[in-house]
């Protein structure tokens, strides 16, 4: 087993530190408050893409948007050059940003992980739910992630309606994109992504399933040959012998990457209506790829 290089790792989480102050949107701002501006009708841009991107990873590290405004405002009497915007246009701005996961160039035979989690909408009031039996729901999030470079390769959120099943196909699309011309050899999944639909897309695209299938599965095709083929295979083999052919432990690569999140931003979304708790939840884990992986993470106009 190969031993973790201590200094390494201790330097790598102190160098996260500077994600979440880096003033260096300073450096070009004027340049690129005149590039945005080129073309546009209405009224004209005053702050860069850049400074919101700054904002974003304070947003998710600590601060609401009306301290932030507050947070510019201290810092502005520093730094002469800097403009303090108003809570409003920070809302405004973070709404119309996009998170674009680079195209990775991981090579052919990858393994991927798929997974989803639960994210509450608010810890707030929670003595009050529970007393009077309130439930306020989830959002969850769905991501795929390379098993070999813990990379996130996909993420989708949805409400708490939206089976898992469901949510393969557009995953491993979504996948497929970003790896530019690799090409995904297996995937690793639970028993929730257990369905003839699934089986029969990944076969399609000559992909291997490592999804656990139920214990009393029927070993006839009933609509999809490539599910019976793989549960004649587990049977044959035996639970253990089938995780060790298709290293089905891999696929805890997605629940590290959830417990990584949730420990450096909690276990909820402090936005109140759905589009800002994604797009919260969106820079939550698009600033965690970066932070993990050291890759340029794209936080963009639409």
């Given at each position: 087993m190969q031993k973790r290089n201590w200094k390494e790792y201790n330097d790598?989480?102190?160098?996260?530190?500077?994600?979440?102050?880096?003033l260096d949107f300073m450096d070009n701002w004027e340049n690129e408050v005149k590039s945005m501006n080129?073309?546009?009708?209405?009224?004209?841009?005053q702050f860069p893409n850049s400074l919101m991107q700054?904002?974003?990873f304070v947003h998710i590290a600590f601060l609401p948007y009306r301290q932030m405004e507050g947070f510019l405002r201290k810092l502005s009497q520093y730094i002469p050059k800097l403009k303090a915007a108003d809570y409003s246009t920070i809302c405004k701005r973070m709404k119309k940003m996009d998170i674009k996961l680079p195209e990775e160039k991981l090579g052919n035979d990858m393994i991927v992980a798929l997974d989803s989690t639960g994210m509450k909408v608010s810890n707030r009031g929670e003595w009050?739910?529970?007393?009077?039996?309130?439930?306020?729901?989830?959002?969850?999030?769905?991501?795929?992630v390379d098993a070999k470079s813990k990379k996130l390769l996909a993420m989708e959120i949805t409400d708490e309606r939206t089976g898992d099943g469901k949510m393969l196909k557009p995953?491993?699309?979504?996948?497929?994109?970003?790896v530019g011309k690799g090409k995904i050899k297996r995937v690793s999944a639970d028993g929730a992504y257990d369905s003839k639909e699934n089986f029969e897309y990944l076969d399609g695209k000559g992909i291997e399933p490592a999804i656990k299938t139920r214990k009393n599965s029927s070993t006839r095709a009933r609509g999809s040959p490539a599910r019976a083929r793989h549960v004649r295979e587990m049977k044959e083999l035996g639970y253990e012998g089938?995780?060790?052919?298709?290293?089905?432990?891999?696929?805890?690569?997605?629940?590290?990457?959830?417990?990584?999140?949730?420990?450096?931003?909690?276990?909820?979304?402090?936005?109140?209506?759905?589009?800002?708790?994604?797009?919260?939840v969106e820079f939550q884990y698009g600033v965690l790829n970066l932070m993990m992986n050291e890759i340029p993470v794209y936080l963009a106009a639409k």
């Open positions: 790598q989480l102190v160098r996260r530190g500077e994600f979440y102050i880096s080129e073309k546009k009708r209405g009224r004209p841009y700054f904002l974003a009050m739910r529970e007393k009077w039996k309130r439930r306020r729901g989830w959002i969850k999030v769905h991501i795929v995953l491993v699309e979504k996948a497929e994109k970003n089938w995780r060790d052919k298709y290293r089905y432990g891999q696929r805890w690569m997605a629940e590290t990457t959830f417990s990584r999140g949730k420990r450096e931003y909690g276990e909820y979304v402090t936005s109140r209506n759905l589009e800002n708790m994604v797009k919260e």
